[in-house]
């Protein structure tokens, strides 16, 4: 309960702008899980979209936000905010796993929750 509280008057607050947080989890030697903060994706005017898959390929993560949204309204039960909006354009992020750099790509609004499959392509030009 106190850590929810923490981040709900940050997020309010705008102490800590809210973000997609990026990180690339490896094993330690001895066995341990280790999570690397790769980078992050704002989140503009509490525009929180329903992330529901991402990709990931050697080198980038790919995060689609499409039409589907959270509301704020209720803490307790969350499922009430979910929300589609057919006119919000529709965004895939592409960040860099090596530096964290962003890359944003917009779209016309559609609905969509899945991706399926991501890869690089490298041209020999």
Do not use: C
């Amino acid at each position: 309960k106190q850590w929810y509280q923490r981040r709900v008057r940050g997020y309010l607050s705008g102490v800590n702008k809210p973000a997609y947080h990026i990180y690339r989890y490896t094993e330690s030697p001895t066995g341990e899980v280790v999570a690397n903060f790769i980078g992050k994706v704002p989140i503009d005017n509490l525009d929180v979209r329903g992330v529901h898959s991402l990709g990931a390929s050697e080198n980038y993560a790919i995060l689609p936000r499409f039409s589907m949204y959270y509301e704020f309204a209720d803490p307790v039960e969350i499922g009430k905010g979910i929300k589609t909006a057919t006119h919000k354009e529709t965004f895939f992020d592409v960040v860099s796993l090596k530096d964290g750099h962003r890359t944003q790509f917009k779209f016309p609004a559609h609905h969509g929750v899945h991706i399926i499959n991501s890869f690089e392509q490298f041209n020999s030009n």
